[in-house]
């Protein structure tokens, strides 16, 4: 047996889907287990603190060289890495490059892969498409706090911003909780064809919601709503540009969750609402490498709120963190018709869960090509 040999199996996206990367139950499932390891401290990330989000490759506005990218929106690179322990025990990187020019020529905003790795040599095991992956964990996401803050018998969602995003969050939505029936989409307006789109996968894909309506305004969306997810492409910089939710708006026990720019008033934040984050110290990592206030850089919730302990307006007690919940720290509702805003931050770590999962459904079922790095490698 050479045991020099590395081969990988590379798999593409067809090759994902035949997997079952669109395993939404499934993928909660994982993402479930995976913030559980996270709690429990059996898990790396980038940086120092081991929380880092990714490393980004940022460009400037006015390059001095030709060749080189300028700035625009979304327009950078980034490696996410991270190790994940338990049932996993993985390690992995994604990387993706992203441009809003890329709609021009038909292709994704991002273009996105994940590596999985030996977590001992370092070897490739699998290199594998991750834009479906990627949406799909970051919908699961959601879907765990939605299975454990969202009412029992939640029957209508409210969506604000009809893309990708909220599409996977829906369908977490609909695995954990099916007792939906309504929906309520707003868009960028009310011909939104983003908007009619989504009204149109969902008609095709749960022919069980009888009550889709395209709404003009964020309150429309919100008022009764059981299930908010807020997923605009918002401009960042300017905090009051973001979209706004008023507490009037919002039904009792609802659970708004926020991949996404989204703002509240901060009387509501720091005395009603009870704020949840996926995980508290990606948040408290983002404090440490942003400026401050970092929410204009990073406009989700959670990171407002890292901003009003700075300012000694609310202290790290006041915001419960997921894991706790999964491990039974703290209760899954502190009262009745608590409303909770739910930070969602995306982690490398989700990519390495759910990427294990369909790595090896994929090897069970034969699926993907074996690629080979060397036999012997030339420079051992």
Request: charged share 25%; hydrophobic share 40%; with cysteine.
């Amino acid at each position: 047996m050479n045991e020099s040999r590395v081969d990988f199996l590379y798999l593409s996206e067809q090759d994902m889907i035949d997997a079952g990367v669109k395993d939404m139950k499934g993928c909660v499932d994982a993402i479930e287990e995976m913030f559980r390891l996270m709690k429990m401290g059996d898990y790396r990330m980038g940086g120092a603190n081991g929380n880092s989000h990714g490393c980004m490759v940022s460009f400037p506005e006015h390059p001095a060289f030709p060749n080189m990218p300028k700035d625009g929106p979304d327009r950078r690179f980034m490696a996410m890495p991270a190790y994940l322990g338990g049932e996993f025990d993985m390690a992995g990187m994604k990387w993706y490059g992203s441009n809003v020019e890329n709609r021009k020529k038909g292709l994704p905003r991002s273009i996105l892969m994940l590596t999985l790795n030996d977590k001992d040599t370092g070897a490739p095991l699998a290199y594998m498409s991750a834009n479906i992956l990627s949406a799909y964990r970051t919908g699961a996401v959601p879907g765990v706090g939605f299975k454990h803050f969202a009412r029992k018998d939640a029957k209508v969602v409210g969506i604000i911003g009809p893309g990708v995003m909220s599409k996977t969050a829906f369908a977490a939505a609909m695995a954990v909780r099916p007792t939906i029936d309504t929906l309520k989409i707003k868009g960028s307006s009310m011909t939104s064809p983003s908007a009619q789109k989504f009204a149109d996968f969902v008609r095709k894909e749960y022919p069980q919601v009888t009550n889709i309506s395209i709404v003009a305004t964020e309150e429309e969306a919100v008022r009764d709503a059981d299930i908010v997810e807020i997923a605009t492409s918002s401009p960042t910089g300017d905090p009051s540009t973001y979209p706004y939710i008023a507490e009037e708006w919002i039904k009792p026990g609802a659970v708004i969750a926020c991949p996404a720019a989204a703002r509240f008033d901060d009387d509501f934040i720091l005395n009603r609402a009870r704020t949840v984050t996926d995980n508290i110290m990606l948040y408290e990592a983002w404090a440490d490498e942003m400026p401050y206030p970092a929410y204009e850089t990073i406009p989700i919730p959670a990171v407002h709120a890292m901003d009003l302990i700075h300012d000694g307006k609310m202290t790290r007690g006041d915001i419960d963190d997921l894991g706790d919940i999964l491990v039974g720290n703290i209760p899954e509702h502190r009262k009745e018709d608590e409303i909770v805003i739910y930070s969602v931050g995306g982690m490398p770590t989700e990519d390495v869960a759910w990427g294990t999962v369909v790595y090896r459904n994929a090897l069970k079922k034969g699926i993907g090509t074996r690629l080979n790095l060397w036999d012997t490698p030339d420079l051992a």
